[in-house]
């Protein structure tokens, strides 16, 4: 499993600790990943992600799971989020005819 978030990429970058003396020592910065149970409006199912502790703010800024996804472009997500991305945008269009027939 990579230490990479499923909605926006964000993963390991690699740089310099720099102490008091000038000393450059490599070392790792890992993203904060936790394990999340994300509420699907539209697909009306809970959806288990890895995701970054700031995408979950922007999961919440952008009101919910559907709208991030709606809104992400298709390279920051991994294979499991686009097919998620691909199923909300396929029942938001069947839904969108019924919507404007009632």
């Known amino acids: 499993m990579s230490r990479r978030c499923e909605l926006t990429g964000k993963a390991v970058q690699y740089g310099?600790?720099?102490?008091?003396?000038?000393?450059?020592?490599?070392?790792?910065?890992?993203?904060?990943?936790?394990?999340v149970t994300l509420l699907s409006e539209t697909l009306e199912r809970a959806v288990r992600l890895r995701v970054s502790a700031a995408a979950l703010r922007s999961v919440e800024h952008r009101g919910g799971l559907d709208n991030f996804l709606v809104k992400a472009r298709d390279a920051e997500l991994s294979e499991g989020?686009?097919?998620?991305?691909?199923?909300?945008?396929?029942?938001r269009a069947e839904a969108a005819p019924e919507a404007k027939a009632a």
């Open 16 to 35: 310099n600790k720099v102490s008091h003396s000038n000393r450059k020592t490599r070392t790792r910065f890992l993203p904060n990943l936790v394990q």
């Open 81 to 91: 989020a686009l097919n998620l991305k691909r199923e909300v945008e396929k029942k």
